[in-house]
């Protein structure tokens, strides 16, 4: 990479009617906003019109609208302007670095990263989101080992094609030193995980975004590909329509691959028991589905192992209700055979 990317006080300048369409999803005006943000009225005047504001007065008002800053922002590379003294994001291949997204995540087995916006130097307009790993601590035999894993990405892409549930991966590759990019195309949205932070999603909404997470996982299956790790931070939902996007495929299983970026495991609800003891087909990703869907349709995080009757209490169509049951039960072979056998127990739910 050709500078450091930092992570800096910013200024960031908000598209006026992007805010405008939020705005009017919530049915707010102007003072609607200014009751929901803890700024003066005039900052926040200034945020809503688009003027050039600090990143962090800005996100007050994307967490008000229940979005993101990024969601928001001006279609241009230059909306964010460093502080006088700090460095630039910096670059990367064709790539500037314009916005970092996400704190300091881990891998399950300690790979550090975090989630980038990025602009292609060359084609105005052309935005890509970056996951960057940190491989700064690897050792150097370990590292090539790593990378080779970490490029499973553009090989799920491929295989899968351009599946509507899928990213368009652009790069996957490192920098020769310290860092290895995965590059997709950008698409405006938030993370399941986001959503279900306001509570749990509407009966409609519920019933096109699990239906659509079945659908890619059966897309999955059916290239011999294992999600395994999928969780609600996995799943987005574009702004345009709400349809379902699966991220950060370079943690999946490719059945007859060699081994994936993860191999130890933190405790995690949405895990099939199995995968801790890493034995895992398609029926762990069965089990996922189920703790998403409860967790999407409550607003609950589900427990590690359920109890049979954890969806009795959730407002569901019976079928889809004897279904998810099913698909939690600890031992594999008591579970559904595959995505197939859900889509058609849930093919009336409307």
Known sequence: MDGPIRRRRGYVKLDAAKVRRRMHEFGWDDNDVVDHISLDDRTTRRIIAGEQVQKAKAAKLAEALKTTVAALLVEQATNVHADQDSEHFGTFGEWNIVDVLSDHCKTSNGL????????????????????????RYLRTEDRAVIENRLARHPTVCDRLGRHPSFPENKAAEGDGRDSFWVIDRWEDGRTLAEMIASGPLNKTVLCKTIREIAEALHALHEHKIIR??????????????????????ELA??????????????????????????????????????????????????????????????????????????CVAPMPDSRPGSMKDVLKAIRDWK
Not at 112 to 135: A, D, M, Q, T
Not at 232 to 249: C, E, G, K, N, Q
């Open 253 to 326: 299983k490719i059945l007859e691959g060699s081994r994936t970026v993860s191999t130890e495991w933190k405790e995690n609800p949405f895990l099939a028991p199995e995968v801790f003891r890493d034995k895992c087909d398609e029926r762990s990703d069965v089990f996922s589905w189920a703790q998403i869907l409860y967790y999407a349709a409550t607003g609950k995080k589900p427990d590690k192992l359920p109890e049979p009757t954890a969806f009795l209490a959730v407002e569901l169509p019976t079928a889809v209700k004897e279904i998810a049951r099913r």
């Open 112 to 135: 550090e990263y975090e989630i980038c916006r990025l602009e292609r130097r060359l084609v105005p307009g052309s935005f890509g989101r970056g996951k960057h790993y940190n491989l």
């Open 228 to 249: 395994r790790e999928l969780t609600p931070a996995f799943i987005m939902l574009r702004d345009a329509d709400l349809s379902v996007l699966l991220t950060d495929l």
